[in-house]
C-alpha cells in the first residue's frame, strides 16, 4: 500500500520545488523550508529523506539537493 497525497501534501510539495526551480532570497526560502518542515519535530536525515520521498515524491536527487542547499535538519 503506497501513500495517498492528502491536499496540504500536495500544496507543500509545490512549494518545495519551488526551491528547485527558482530564484528566491533566503528569507522567501527560509520561509517555506519552516513552513513545510515544522520545527516541533526533529528532522534527521533518514526522517527528512522518508518526508521528501515518499510524502512529496521527489527523487534521491531533488532530495539531496534540498538538503544540501536548504536548513531542512535540526541541529
Keep these: 500500500m503506497?501513500?495517498?497525497q492528502?491536499?496540504?501534501?500536495k500544496e507543500d510539495e509545490a512549494l518545495l520545488r519551488r526551491l528547485l526551480t527558482?530564484?528566491?532570497s533566503y528569507k522567501e526560502s527560509?520561509?517555506?523550508i519552516s513552513?513545510?518542515?515544522s520545527n516541533l519535530i526533529k528532522?534527521?536525515?533518514d526522517d527528512t529523506v522518508f518526508h521528501l520521498t515518499q510524502v512529496?515524491?521527489?527523487?534521491?536527487?531533488?532530495?539531496?539537493?534540498?538538503?544540501?542547499?536548504?536548513n531542512i535538519l535540526s541541529n
Design 43 to 45: 528532522w534527521t536525515y
Design 2 to 4: 503506497s501513500y495517498v
Design 35 to 37: 513552513h513545510v518542515f
Design 22 to 24: 527558482e530564484e528566491m
Design 30 to 32: 527560509n520561509k517555506i
Design 6 to 9: 492528502s491536499q496540504t501534501d
Design 56 to 70: 512529496f515524491n521527489f527523487t534521491d536527487e531533488e532530495c539531496n539537493q534540498l538538503i544540501s542547499q536548504y
